[in-house]
């Protein structure tokens, strides 16, 4: 008998959508066939899930749980196919429950999310059984769980599209829910230079050197030059160097504002909703016509 592995259960799975451990046990069954091990599945589960998994899933919402005394947090991205389904009663209820999951659980990653109990359930199970229910594909993207050394902040935006889960140490109240404001409108890449790949910086470099030359600088000005543009680039995007946006000024960095409160940030983090997911080109009476034919087919 072939030796099933991980990845034969990861192909299994992006191809039915089935639970992992019944893809598992279908490729045990089959001796590591996969098309015979796609066929137990359809069998025993039927192929609304499988249809359902071939579709991009681009929408959905974050969901942010923090605890009552601040100190603890998680944030989840949930996607499914469709903004109309991204306000579904139970697809909330579900990104909900799973950022409470997160937050107490501490799982180490999505996978092992999955296998947690949720309710009578599994994750995966649960997942599973609300994609056979509203016939769209739903999936897990990721999540972040923090432990804070100050106390945790939150933002909301654009019907839960944009979330923030910040961590202040000192400053007050108002001060953490305008940095998590800021962050949501500016989206910041790291909270200093620290953060900022190597590559990504050596990229500015290389196009401001070519721009400058291009312009006739001369050779032994392009470094400088160079230099410049790469410590405007870091201004831009660190959070410690952009301009708070509500700046009377125009010109107070959050850097500035924070040291005038006595405060610090000690990590934030930023989901935009399918950021970086190649989404499928659609409208809103297209939409509304693939509910209809979800909701003939059940």
């Known amino acids: 008998m072939a030796e099933i592995t991980a990845s034969m259960v990861k192909e299994l799975r ?14 045990t069954e089959t001796g590591g066939d996969l098309t015979k091990a796609e066929e ?9 899930a499988s249809k359902a998994a071939s579709r991009i899933a681009a929408e959905g919402i974050v969901g942010i749980h923090v605890s009552a005394d601040g100190r603890l947090g998680a944030m989840i991205e949930v996607n499914c196919e469709t903004d109309f389904v991204a306000k579904n009663d139970d697809f909330l209820a579900f990104t909900k429950n799973l950022g409470e999951l997160v937050a107490n659980g501490n799982p180490a990653d999505v996978v092992a999310l999955a296998a947690m109990n949720i309710g009578s359930s599994t994750v995966e199970a649960t997942r599973t059984a609300l994609v056979g229910k509203i016939g769209e594909n739903v999936s897990i993207r990721r999540f972040v769980r923090i432990a804070a050394k100050g106390k945790l902040s939150t933002y909301i935006h654009g019907g839960a599209k944009i979330g923030v889960l910040i961590d202040v140490v000192g400053g007050d109240e108002q001060l953490a829910k ?121």
């Open 14 to 27: 992006e191809k039915t959508d089935a639970p992992m451990m019944e893809c598992k046990k279908a490729l």
């Open 178 to 298: 305008d940095l998590a404001m800021h962050i949501a409108a500016s989206k910041p890449k790291s909270l200093d230079s620290s953060g900022v790949a190597a590559e990504l910086l050596e990229t500015e470099r290389r196009i401001a050197i070519e721009k400058a030359r291009e312009a006739g600088k001369p050779e032994a000005m392009l470094e400088k030059i160079a230099e410049g543009t790469v410590q405007k680039f870091l201004k831009e995007v660190t959070l410690l160097g952009q301009v708070f946006v509500k700046a009377e000024d125009g010109k107070q960095t959050i850097e500035q504002v924070l040291k005038s409160k006595n405060a610090s940030v000690a990590s934030f983090t930023l989901y935009v909703v399918g950021e970086g997911i190649e989404k499928k080109s659609s409208d809103f009476a297209a939409e509304v016509a693939a509910q209809a034919a979800a909701a003939a087919g059940r």
């Open 40 to 48: 137990v599945l359809r069998v025993k589960l039927g192929n609304k």
